[in-house]
């Protein structure tokens, strides 16, 4: 699995973001051309994710402009799939993830996707895309997490 992760400071523990997931048959030059045709509309790419699994590339965008993004890739023929993430800001030291995971978990919360966004040494913002996303944030509220909307949706 590759993980890019672009720094960018967030003032707050927890957002939500979108984030857009494209299923693709693996081929060389696939990553070229996604990222151009979002270059080329002035679409700036936050964070990625890419892995490959049976022939296929699963790869995970969060962009400022998820509606333009998605627009773009669909018109160059591209399947798009939108989901709410939670961004969240740990501390930087082991065990923290682990906290987070253990209190979904206990409570039948998923986590189908899970990724470094930014770290800094002190702290890191972590993507997490749970099945039930209402729960996760009533979860993370009642144990001291802030729930905000985040700005660019």
């Known amino acids: 699995m590759f993980i890019y992760t672009k720094p960018f400071k967030l003032n707050l523990r927890v957002s939500f973001m979108k984030a857009i997931n494209l299923v693709e048959k693996d081929r060389v030059g696939l990553l070229m051309d996604i ?23 699963i790869i995970s965008l969060v ?36 906290k987070v995971a253990k209190l979904l978990s206990d409570n039948k919360v998923n986590i189908k996707n899970v990724y470094i966004v930014s770290r800094d040494g002190k702290e890191t913002v972590v993507a997490l895309m749970p099945d039930r996303l ?14 905000e909307q985040h700005s660019e949706i």
């Open 35 to 57: 990222s151009y045709i979002l270059a080329k509309e002035n679409i700036n790419i936050e964070s990625i994710s890419v892995t490959t699994v049976g022939g296929k590339a």
């Open 63 to 98: 962009v400022k402009n998820t509606r333009k993004a998605e627009e773009v890739l669909k018109k160059n023929g591209f399947n798009v799939v939108k989901e709410e993430v939670i961004l969240i800001k740990l501390k930087d030291q082991p065990g923290e993830l682990s």
């Open 134 to 147: 209402k729960k996760a944030k009533k979860l993370l509220e009642e144990h001291g997490y802030t729930i």
